[in-house]
């Protein structure tokens, strides 16, 4: 076997993804058990100027939608801002899930040269393929995920990193 | 180009372990600036059980070091971890840095199909290269540096994404 763009990219979104939704289960669950008020951890901000725990939930899902389909050339679905709550937030998962499902091996494998322009505050940002993908779109996923993670386990979760993972033993 | 082993891990850790040590530079003149006690970023925990902002560069700079070593095939170089300051840590990524420098291109492509066992716990965790490398070495190192730019940023140190991904612009 031999790495491919597609195998860096939409399996892993996939699973991290999935990871994240169980996440969100166990911080649902410490919230009943605790009476939380309903937006107590999903408008929660490490830092006043920091981006809430729901935007965080979005970002990550946007970046991994955005990657695959850039890569595969398709457009890419437009999902509004709207979550408010933790269900909500997996609803937004779920459905950028289904839209990675739906993309193939063949539509990203040997994109490493295509020309990718991200348009960001009014500035244009020019990658190829491998860079997009190696150098923004993969750590910004994972800043995303675990910037997420850790403001649960900040406010007291009961998630570990193996949850992160997704490691089942 | 094509996506490669190496591509895909040891100038990505050496680009983000550089972000890392230009972060801890900013987490320095601010705790200078504020005269915090010396231990106050680097002995920072997100939750009580959670490890300390000094083991999550420690653990980044190892998934890297790991890793790289791993797929080239090379001894693991031992660092102590007897860091105490920001510039201690500071050194330890420099010579994680300087380590991953060392492995040459040729070392770790066509590694996706090699064995790799992991001993965790008193649990062997078997790998193929590329299993460990998508699956859990870089998770892993995006991670702890994730956590430690969290752990910064909660407490007041002035950082922005830019500098966990290391933009000029």
Redesign the interface.
Known sequence: ?????F??SVP?FI??LGNLSAILDKAQAHAEMKKLAPDALTAYR??PD?LPFTRQVQIACDTAKGAAARLAGVDIPKHEDTEKTLEELKERIAKTVAFLQTIQPAQVDGT??KSIVLKIGG?ELPF?G?SY????A???F??HV??A??ML??N?VEIG?RD??GMK?
Do not use: I, V
């Open positions: 076997m031999t790495l491919s763009m195998q860096a892993r699973h991290l490490l830092y920091m490493e040269d500035h190829t491998l993908l190696l150098e923004f993969t750590p910004n994972f800043f675990t910037t993670y850790a386990r900040h007291g990193k992160y993972l033993s």
